[in-house]
């Protein structure tokens, strides 16, 4: 256990930050200059430190796979941002967003980090407007709140829906600032692959230029891991085609633990697979369940005749329609959490109640508040998520119910941090959804935003003085020292390997078999057997991938297909990982529904007794059994109780 | 002034300029012409012939226009070079016809044909009036009889008349474009006065157009009779 | 509704090894593509099969593939991101496609957009336009209470309308002069609307503007056509705005 120091400050709650900011070092201006950072990943976690962090003086390499840091996936945020500013007078509060954040990731989160995400989250939304996001307002000309699923009160700051796109503009507006002066070196289509670690410290990177294939050396005296969640192990995701778990992978082999990797987000409101052509997931935005009902045929024949396509929803009258939502959860209704809506979903098209070709659809439908609202009130309030609905399936949502389904969305699990957001590693920092730190086993709509630019922007650029204080005679990072020499090889080496596999099959072949194995295994309900299967199953995809995988084109060159291989190979081993910590943790929290852990009813039973825990893994090397260690929760401010939404 | 000139707004600002110049001209010389089909004696489209000769104002805004001519002309071409440089590798396929009107795409060529009409118009009427008033018809009074000089063409000739007839239509459609994209370039627009605009323009594209062609129409059908 | 096979489609495709070689037209056919799949998913399906016949697959730029990032390109058939409006390529579908037809498929076409390899340009040049001033100048903390100034409802709305470009090109692909004015014009409109960002808007027009021309962008005609593709429906009155913007900028030096 003593590895793991939360550092967590004493003292009461509310006083933990502001006395902790008040005893950890500061860098003089002077120094500050001296010290070089490397911030990998430019989404709102990685674009608000590296600008912040320029802005402060230390000079910054930041990186990222894209084209721009403009396009990382953080862009692709549809709701809203959270932040207790109790503009609308409803009684928010900096501990009534702290306890609906705990309370939704069902218990599983630190209570100091989550305190402090509500104690910062006021100052984003000043930082925000101060740049220029153009969030919704009334006609007053004051910021507009919405309501988002599991909360009492209007805390919801949007910008249409397309608040990640305006929210990553602001921070990326920053970052060219600090670009222009010379503060940030920016390294687009550069994808880090290893990190470098000196006398046990990070300092620096290897990353590929992804045009021209040639592999470089980035030294600083910390490092900073910014890439986000690993949800496309599972092939089918909301993420980017690109979102990857490598380099928080590549931390991981060096010493960097791994907390609850089991512990994703599943969201339900995804538009459908159709047939096996499909590469991407489309999710429809969690507002939608305000004015939308959720519904599936009561009579299975209704049900078959769908699949085949014999009838179609309006043919199937109001009293043989199953609202199981409402039927299950009458005071929440359409509006139960992620979680819950998505395991119900599932139950339904397990029980042979799905309605589209394949049996894995549930409609969402708005002829009725069309009827009680007309269809001007709806078009205003979703117009865009109608029309982009009808671009890709080419059913008029506003004459036939949508079909959705759950998809995999986000990532709960990540790095471990401690209370500096610092790593297992010293001088390794990871922020955004890559660390584990703040969403439990659930994250609530509207908080991914919060927690990546509260990291990036108010914690991260005080905590990181706190280490770079004592390495100020440290100079500046030789990237020709033998650690380089050594990482860079090593690098050179797996490319090559992967590269000259010269296989039969191709990277999407395995990584569509993970996925697979992923979702049936661990997915939305999980249980012991299946996850023995999956990780035995896993290990067979890792021995067939390393022998039979084909990487084509050039190696010095731009080869889209090299770096899939790289990333898939990265969640083969986190796909394992993740069936392990499933395995591990037999209880029903959050996203992770153990069948063994359920009420008579089918619903999630937390265990409290044996896992009140952070699980923190550590590598133990290539293809053997890592070490679980576990990092007790302690709750002294809030008691623990089942959640119910009946 | 010239730094300023040679950005990519500024270029566009010297056509603006130039051209919305070259419009209230354009607007002058049709009311005039207009004459021509007004007064079939020829008193009143002399007398304006005349007012426009003598008018020092006018004889002021000669050069001027003049000027104006040969900024629009040359500039246009330095303009369209700059612009075809800006794509050294050109599609295969394109349908621009998608997205854009063919007139907003080819004001060059537009311009080009007009200006190719404005050579032959100078040589037909300005040239003869302004440098061999001596070879152009007399009035029973002596005077410069510019309306016969003009109708005796249009009469003797149906090749004239579809010539001017088709420089005027050509030229409705470069305004077509032209006279909102003046107004655009030099910021004179915004979401309510856009629609307004390009209205405005069509409509002043087709009575430039059609006022420029009943004039050759009038003589060679002979309702002058 | 129902989603049907496309038999047989012929694909023109501009293929080039890297920025220092030649390209050229490939042509390849694909078989039994479904209506309800997308148009990258259709490049997947050709991808898959270029690599089992030990050909380098096509590279093309691609990421969210929820028509948000605008890393998608691609000028299909004569028009940036395809047949359809108001879509980015990886939203077009291919319903929108007939069978046996032949699909030309270009790389973005500027100065300012070299290609890097196959249908891949490099876009950084719209990077270095908004690096020269799209941005404004606060620094994190120490800025005032975000109700502070209170900012008129229809400019916030125009503002977001401004907003919403996803920066992938299209307005520079679509427009015959590569002119970069729409993507200009919608950063100093999103900005200038707001009175944090109106404090410099001057300065900001002019620089912008002047790293524009320095990349190598066209100049506007206001043909239209950048509004016309725009997968986000950005006007042209931004451009009117970004005209005037800049005309007094330069006017009161």
Known sequence: MSILNSKIPEGPLAEKWSKHKGAI??????????????????????????ASLAELGYKVKAFCYQDSPRRAHSIAAQGGINAAKNYQNDNDSVHRLFYDTIKGGDYRSREANVYRLAEVSPNIIDQCVAQGVPFGREYGGLLDNRSFGGVLVSRTFYARGQTGQQLLIGAYQALNRQI?????????????????????????IIARDLVTGKIKRFGA??????????????????????????????????????????????????????????????????????????????????????????????DIKDEDRDFYLERRYPSYGNLV?????????????????????????????????????????????????????????????YKEPMMIYPAIHYTMGGTWVDYNLMTTVPGLYAIGEANFSDHGANRLGASALMQGLADGYFILPYTIGDYLADEIMVPKIDTNKPEFEAAEKAVTGRIEILFNIKGKKTVDYFHKKLGQIMWDNVGMARNAEGLKIAIAEIKKIREEFWSDVKVPGELNNLNP????????????????????????????????FREESATEEGEAKRNDELFTYVSCWEFKGERKEPELHKEPLKFENIKLSQRSYK | MSKFLMTSIGRKFLMS?????????????????????????????????????????????????????????????????????????????????????????????????????LVM????????????????????????????LVASLFKESIVYGLFYILGGVLLGIHLSHGFWSAFQTLGLNNKNWLKRLQFVGKLYAIVIAVGFSIIPLYFMLGLYK | MADKILKKLNIKVWRQNRASEKGKFENYTIENISTGSSFLEMMDILNNELIEKGIDPIAFDHDCREGICGTCSLYINGRPHGPDTEVTTCQLHMRKFKAGETITIEPWRARAFPVIKDLIVDRSAFDKILQAGGFVSVNTGGVPDANTIPVAY??????????????????????????????????????????????EAKSRARNMIAKMDELGFGGCTNTGACEAECPKSISIVNIARLNREYLVARMSE
Not at chain 1, 30 to 43: C, F, P, W
Not at chain 1, 182 to 203: C, F, N, P, Q, T
Not at chain 1, 270 to 297: A, Y
Not at chain 2, 74 to 85: A, D, H, I, P
Request: net charge neutral.
């Open chain 1, 180 to 204: 222009a002066k010379g503060a940030v070196e920016m390294y687009s289509r550069h994808e880090m692959l290893d990190v470098v670690k000196i006398d046990g410290k990070a300092r620096g």
């Open chain 2, 17 to 117: 300029i130039t051209g919305l110049f070259l419009v209230m001209f354009i607007g002058v010389h049709l009311t005039i012409n207009l004459l021509l089909i007004v007064d079939n004696s020829g008193e009143l489209f002399n007398q304006g012939a005349e007012f426009m000769a003598t008018n020092p104002l006018i004889k002021i805004m000669e050069p001027i226009l003049g000027l104006g001519f040969m900024i629009h002309i040359f500039w246009s071409f330095f303009l369209e070079y700059k612009n075809w440089k800006a794509r050294p590798v050109k599609y295969a396929a394109k349908n621009m016809g998608a997205s854009s009107s063919w007139a907003s795409r080819n004001m060059l060529v537009l311009g080009a044909l007009v200006l190719v009409f």
């Open chain 1, 337 to 397: 959490p992620r979680d819950v809506a998505s395991r119900a979903a599932k139950e339904r098209c397990d029980e042979g109640f799905g309605v589209n070709g394949e049996g894995k659809a549930v409609f969402l439908d708005f002829k009725y508040s069309i009827e009680r609202l007309g269809k001007k009130v709806i078009e205003a309030r979703y117009g865009n998520l109608f029309q982009m609905y009808e671009k890709i399936t080419d059913v008029d949502p």
């Open chain 1, 561 to 592: 297909e090299l770096e899939k291989a790289g990333r898939v190979a990265d969640f083969i081993d986190i796909g394992e990982l993740m069936a392990r910590d499933a395995l591990d943790r037999n209880e029903s929290c959050g996203g992770h």
């Open chain 3, 154 to 199: 229809d400019d916030a709305e125009e503002a977001m309308d401004a907003a919403a470009c996803i920066g992938c090109g299209a307005c520079v692909a679509a427009c015959k002069n590569s002119s970069a004015m729409l993507f200009v014009s919608a950063k100093v409109s999103h900005l200038a609307k707001l009175p944090q960002g109106r404090v």
């Open chain 2, 121 to 148: 118009h100078i040589i037909d009427f300005f040239w003869v009036i302004k440098f061999n008033p001596h070879t152009m018809p007399k009035t029973a009074e002596g005077l410069e009889d510019t309306y016969t």
């Open chain 1, 25 to 50: 070092k500061v860098v003089s201006p002077a120094n500050k200059r001296k010290l070089e950072i490397i911030v990998v990943g430019t989404g709102l976690g990685g674009a608000s430190a590296a």
């Open chain 1, 221 to 314: 005296h910390a490092v900073v891991v910014a890439t986000g969640g690993y949800g496309n192990v599972f092939f089918l995701s909301t993420n980017a085609m690109g979102s990857n778990g490598s380099a928080a992978w590549q931390c991981y082999k060096h010493g960097a633990f791994m907390s609850n990797p089991c512990f994703v987000q599943i969201h339900p409101t995804c538009i459908p697979v159709h047939g096996d052509q499909q590469s991407k997931l489309t999710l429809m935005s969690e507002s939608l369940r305000n004015d939308g009902r959720v519904w599936v045929p009561k009579k299975k024949e209704d049900a078959v005749k769908l699949q085949k396509g014999e009838i179609g929803p309006n």
